[in-house]
């Protein structure tokens, strides 16, 4: 009997040391880093710890002598481990986005969908918009978050109230028509849009999440974004 239970009284107490090292981990990590840390787990290279806070990977060693802050490329299928992390600890189950606080697009059958989290002074966006004219069959919310200034936020407001969004939001990004109409109307979706970004991380625009909930910031080739649409499907 007492043979029998060596093996699991060995697994539990390894499993232990293993939880308390991470306890310890997140703990000194957090104190370091000044801020909360998501998760902490063992990367499986050269007796690093992943520590993942504020969106980003941080490695480091079990006393925290040292962080390693960029890819961390596997030797010998040379894939980058850490871009493969980001998206699988970044991605969001698509259906809790809070679609009715965002500017629906619908193109062609609609089928293939995309949710943009943008703001309406930002460069990027506008080259982006510019590229995802060119998609078909496709539903995009696009949901304003102006982080770059008060202008923005008055913007966002101006292009919520009105009563084309799409029409207006699109007159702005594409041909530089600024929106001109009233900004006092319930305005609280992009209010709820600046929480709902901070909750998830989002530091720039745009940021996209695909329908399999994978997340990529910034604005990115159209070719890539036909790929990531067909692989989400």
Same mark, same amino acid.
């Given at each position: 009997?007492?043979?029998?239970m060596?093996?699991?009284?060995?697994?539990?107490?390894?499993?232990?040391?293993?939880?308390?090292?991470?306890?310890?981990?997140?703990?000194?990590?957090?104190?370091?880093?000044?801020?909360?840390?998501?998760?902490?787990?063992?990367?499986?290279?050269?007796?690093?710890?992943?520590?993942?806070?504020?969106?980003?990977?941080?490695?480091?060693d079990?006393?925290?002598?040292?962080f390693?802050?960029?890819?961390l490329?596997?030797?010998?299928?040379m894939?980058?481990?850490?871009?493969?992390?980001?998206?699988?600890?970044? *991605?969001?189950?698509?259906? @809790?986005?809070p !679609? &009715?606080?965002?500017i629906?697009?619908? #193109?062609? $059958?609609?089928k293939?969908?995309?949710?943009t989290?943008?703001?309406?002074?930002?460069?990027?966006?506008?080259?982006?918009?510019?590229?995802?004219?060119?998609?078909?069959?496709?539903?995009?919310?696009?949901?304003?978050?102006?982080?770059?200034?008060?202008?923005?936020?008055?913007?966002?407001?101006?292009?919520?109230?009105?009563?084309?969004? *799409?029409?207006?939001?699109? @007159?702005?990004? !594409? &041909?530089?028509?600024?929106?001109?109409? #009233?900004? $006092?109307?319930?305005?609280?979706?992009?209010?709820?849009?600046?929480?709902?970004?901070?909750?998830?991380?989002?530091?720039?625009?745009?940021?996209?999440?695909?329908?399999?909930?994978?997340?990529?910031?910034?604005?990115?080739?159209?070719?890539?974004?036909?790929?990531?649409?067909?692989?989400?499907k």
């Open positions: 009997m007492l043979k029998k060596l093996p699991m009284a060995f697994l539990m107490a390894c499993c232990l040391n293993v939880a308390a090292d991470e306890a310890d981990i997140r703990k000194m990590m957090e104190a370091k880093l000044g801020t909360k840390v998501e998760s902490v787990t063992k990367s499986g290279y050269l007796g690093l710890y992943e520590v993942f806070a504020d969106g980003n990977i941080v490695y480091t079990e006393k925290g002598t040292a390693i802050v960029g890819p490329i596997d030797g010998k299928t894939k980058n481990v850490t871009e493969e992390r980001m998206k699988k600890l970044t *991605a969001i189950r698509f259906g @809790d986005l !679609l &009715d606080r965002a629906k697009q619908v #193109r062609g $059958d609609g293939r969908v995309l949710a989290f943008e703001d309406p002074n930002c460069g990027y966006c506008k080259r982006l918009a510019k590229e995802l004219q060119k998609l078909d069959n496709i539903t995009i919310y696009t949901f304003l978050l102006p982080i770059l200034s008060e202008d923005s936020v008055r913007k966002s407001k101006q292009i919520w109230c009105s009563a084309d969004r *799409a029409g207006t939001w699109n @007159d702005w990004m !594409l &041909d530089g028509k600024a929106p001109s109409g #009233r900004e $006092d109307c319930d305005t609280s979706a992009v209010a709820k849009n600046q929480e709902f970004g901070r909750k998830l991380n989002i530091s720039g625009t745009p940021t996209m999440f695909f329908a399999n909930g994978e997340r990529i910031p910034g604005a990115i080739p159209l070719a890539r974004i036909e790929q990531k649409l067909n692989q989400a």
